[in-house]
Nanobody, 115 residues
Framework: QVQLVESGGGLVQPGGSLRLSCAAS????????MAWYRQAPGKQREFVAR???????NYADSVKGRFTISRDNAKNTVYLQMNSLKPEDTAVYYC?????????WGQGTQVTVSS
């Protein structure tokens, strides 16, 4: 089993920045993919960004150039640096991990972009 705990969400003004963290514990070794998803009120959960164990990254078109995903394997943590935030980025952000074919989700952290 893998446990994922997100942190770093909050309220920020448009144009501001936040950094989300996701710490993995339990059987965190051999995690080959970690990612961030988000779900806005009344909408389906959507992909935001992902990073492989080899640090290859992919981003949703809506966040390219504004968000950066990274991982610190020594700390078993993945980060999402979010810059130039927009009101439409408001959502609950979820951490995701895939380990040996099994999927794991964190509990989510709220990000609200509003003036």
């Amino acid at each position: 089993q893998v446990q994922l705990v997100e942190s770093g969400g909050g309220l920020v003004q448009p144009g501001g920045s936040l950094r989300l963290s996701c710490a993995a514990s339990g059987s965190y070794k051999s995690i080959d993919l970690m990612a961030w998803y988000r779900q806005a009120p009344g909408k389906q959960r959507e992909f935001v960004a992902r990073i492989t164990s080899g640090e290859s990254t992919n981003y949703a078109d809506s966040v390219k150039g504004r968000f950066t995903i990274s991982r610190d394997n020594a700390k078993n943590t993945v980060y999402l640096q979010m810059n130039s935030l927009k009101p439409e980025d408001t959502a609950v952000y979820y951490c995701f991990a895939n380990r040996l074919g099994s999927s794991y989700w964190g509990q989510g952290t709220q990000v609200t972009v509003s003036s």
